[in-house]
């Protein structure tokens, strides 16, 4: 080997020295979360919200609202009885069908065929960005990840009852999967990034956060 190629070597030895250091660096830097957005029972509908909610002591378990089911036809109070609930409050979410379908680009009719999950998803992940000082906008064609954590539903249910012709409506594979939910995100936005939908139960929101983690770095 020549001296230059010695050089060479030794110089691309050292490039590659600083880069794993900077690597390295990645690994343990902090990140920081700098906006949120949020739907919770309660009435809930941002992080400032919930901490009045908190600091207040208040309940979000209630009767359960009557335009959700007849909660007399399902209720018995005995837990043996066949096809029966016997419990009648719960922790819902206030007005899911409150969704402003133009805001995003969406049809009526395809907003309809989407679970309330993608719905909620579309809304705060909005109002954590403006949260956070920044204009949902801006991102557009830059390389920013989606990262969801969400699980299945019945509302796939709830659309074949409504009708055969529903039932079959190419709106309802993409607004019911959980899959496209994570994509639908990126889609509004319009960013390049990562887009992982998650469902590992419980656990989905943790390990679609740590992902996202491992992602920055």
């Known amino acids: 080997m ?3 190629d010695a050089k ?44 009045r909610f908190l600091s207040e002591g208040r309940d979000a378990v209630g009767p359960m609202p009557p335009e959700r089911w007849d909660t007399a036809a399902w209720y018995d109070p005995d837990p043996a009885a066949d096809g029966k609930m016997y419990v009648r409050d719960g922790a819902f979410l206030a007005s899911p069908d ?53 699980g299945p539903s019945d509302y796939g249910s709830l659309i074949s009852k409504i009708g055969a012709g529903a039932a079959k409506d190419g709106y309802v594979a993409t607004g019911v999967m959980t899959s496209f939910a994570s994509g639908r995100l990126s889609y509004v936005l319009g ?16 390990v679609a956060l740590h992902l996202a983690c491992q992602s920055l770095r």
């Open 2 to 4: 020549s001296t230059i």
């Open 8 to 51: 060479r070597v030794l110089g691309l030895v050292e490039r590659l020295r600083a880069r794993v250091a900077e690597l390295e660096r990645f690994r343990s830097e902090p990140i920081a979360m700098v906006g949120a957005g949020c739907r919770l029972p309660g009435g809930i509908e941002s992080p400032e919200a919930f901490w």
């Open 98 to 150: 409150g969704f402003d379908a133009s805001f995003f680009g969406i049809s009526p009719r395809e907003a309809t065929r989407m679970d309330p999950q993608h719905r909620l998803l579309l809304e705060a992940s909005w109002e954590a960005l403006e949260d956070a000082g920044m204009a949902p906008r801006s991102l557009s064609d830059r390389p920013v990840g989606t990262f969801v954590g969400i």
């Open 191 to 206: 960013v390049r990034g990562p887009s992982v939908a998650v469902d590992t139960a419980c656990s989905s929101s943790l």
